[in-house]
């Protein structure tokens, strides 16, 4: 009998830390951020927008999961007449393709280090992608880069490089219960 009590509180113990564990985090803040070259020059901009689910513990990555967007049409990189330009159907075609979604498959550990691997959905393309990352005290940083044109995004432009490095900074809270 004593060893079926045992059993009992562990299993018990064992739920409700996975419950416990995976509560949804609340995100405080994020930035989001782009670099490409274009006519030689590195030129920066940034996403806003941020809407999303994320449950994760560096404990039990089987379990945890992302579920994100940004609003495209918030690009932003500081001209206005060029992002105007990028919302238009040859770029991000913000009208047909609103979001840019990430949704992760499974989590990886290497030694202090994560790395997530995710379906990216950019004007109606979904391709896998690998985004390395740190969690420390509620923060998580990832950088990862893909190629535009894998997703429609800028034709064959001569002067506009095809490698795009995406910057992305969460930070995060408990979510109350």
Aim: overall charge positive; aromatic content about 12%.
């Amino acid at each position: 009998m004593k060893n079926k009590i045992t059993i009992l509180f562990t299993i018990l113990y064992l739920s409700i830390s996975i419950i416990i564990a995976q509560t949804p985090l609340k995100v405080i803040s994020t930035t989001i951020t782009f670099k490409i070259k274009n006519a030689g020059l590195n030129v920066t901009g940034s996403f806003k927008g941020f809407e999303g689910e994320i449950k994760f513990d560096p404990e039990l990555l089987k379990t945890s999961f992302i579920k994100a967007s940004v609003d495209a049409n918030t690009i932003n990189t500081g001209i206005t007449s060029r992002d105007n330009h990028l919302k238009k159907e040859e770029y991000f075609d913000v009208v047909k393709y609103p979001k840019i979604s990430i949704v992760s498959s499974f989590f990886g550990k290497e030694g202090n280090k994560f790395r997530g691997y995710f379906k990216l959905n950019m004007k109606g393309v979904t391709k896998d992608i690998v985004i390395p990352f740190i969690f420390e005290i509620n923060t998580m940083k990832g950088e990862f880069t893909f190629d535009r044109r894998d997703f429609k995004i800028g034709g064959n432009s001569m002067v506009m490089g095809d490698k795009v490095t995406v910057s992305i900074q969460i930070n995060l809270s408990k979510a109350n219960l």
